[in-house]
């Protein structure tokens, strides 16, 4: 089958936005339900926008996305955006990490084409769904050419974000995806992108992540540091990880005795902080041997050291890498 010039390819992921559940509620439903070809059914309009085409890579809770999922969105991503009859993608998913799926793609696929990810807070079956509007926004987003050569972007709730930024920040609102303090750098209103900021930060063809021989991501692990932290626990840890990433108090801080362990690691160590509007540089380290996360939240911050440690195990190296993605 030939495709039609500027066509958007749907990758369904699953999550709330293809959950079903008792009708009208927005807490008793199952996610990952509905295929994306049932959840564009919905939303008769989205067919003036552009041809569409989906694939169903799996149906899940986000909870249950895998770096082999990552691994072959990317290669699909990769691959067919080589095709100039494809214009654009948007990728559906659940909220909950949703935004760690972000940041992995806009480091590992190598396109300036549209990559939107969406999702919905409400399940396809409750009052008032979220779902279809994100969905369609999603769509315009992804036919527009303002958001080409702009990253991975997110789009929820009118809104556009950047893949580093965007993060999960409520449990239930309609605008739990959003960036915090970061904010939003476009919006969407009646179909129409008004895309206002770029983000400064390398990302898809200016990244040097290649993950297209990988068959699997090196493995990290985040601990978060609270009063009478044990660090048993981050021993163990750096005995079943290849690098760690500390969740740390305030301004990535720590116990005096979890400082001692983490000098006894032989893993790389991030360092961030457990709180939502953090920030740790070089010189505010406790422990000379670790790297700083500068902003990125702890899980954006394991994501990054996953792709960095597929190049190098070098302290400094990746504390370049820190400042450049
Ligand atoms: N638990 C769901 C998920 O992440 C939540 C959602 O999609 O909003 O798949």
């Known amino acids: 089958m030939v495709r039609r010039r500027g066509t958007i390819l749907i990758l369904a992921t699953g999550g709330t936005i293809a959950g079903v559940g008792e009708i009208g509620k927005s807490t008793v439903y199952r996610p990952g339900k509905l295929t994306a070809d049932e959840l564009i059914s919905e939303i008769p309009e ?25 691994l072959e969105l990317a290669s699909i991503i990769n691959r067919e955006a080589k095709d ?78 950047s893949a580093r930024s965007v993060t999960k920040t409520s449990t239930y609102q ?9 904010g939003a750098i476009g919006v969407i209103r009646d179909g129409k992108v008004y895309m206002y900021e770029t983000t400064n930060k390398a990302h898809t063809n200016k990244s040097e992540f290649d993950v297209s021989k990988l068959d699997r991501l090196p ?21 079943h990880s290849d690098g760690l990433v500390i969740a740390g108090a305030g301004a990535g801080e720590f116990s005096l005795i979890y400082g001692d362990m983490i ?7 991030v360092v961030s902080s457990r709180v939502d509007d953090g920030l740790i540089t070089s010189d505010m380290l406790r422990v000379e041997e670790t790297i700083a996360a500068n902003n990125l939240s702890p899980q954006k911050a394991a994501v990054l050291l996953r792709l ?18």
């Open 308 to 325: 960095a440690l597929t190049v190098t195990n070098d302290t400094e190296k990746i504390r370049e890498m820190f400042l450049k993605y």
């Open 263 to 269: 000098r006894t690691l032989n893993v790389p160590v």
């Open 46 to 70: 989205i067919n003036n926008i552009a041809p569409l085409e989906t694939m169903q890579i799996c149906n899940v809770n986000s909870d249950d996305i895998t770096a082999d999922i990552w």
């Open 219 to 239: 493995k990290v692990s985040i601990l978060y540091f609270h009063v009478d932290a044990s660090p048993e626990l981050l021993k163990y840890a750096a005995e």
């Open 174 to 182: 309609l605008t739990a995806i959003s960036a915090g303090r970061m």
């Open 84 to 161: 100039d009859n494809v214009k654009g993608f948007v990728i559906t998913h659940g909220t909950d990490t949703l935004e760690e799926t972000a940041y992995f793609l806009n480091l590992a696929v190598k396109t300036k084409k549209s990559v939107i990810i969406t999702g919905s807070m409400r399940p396809a079956t409750s009052i008032s769904a979220d779902g279809p509007m994100n969905l369609y926004q999603a769509v315009c987003a992804a036919a527009s050419r303002e958001t080409e050569g702009q990253g991975v972007l997110a789009v929820f709730a009118d809104r556009i974000y």
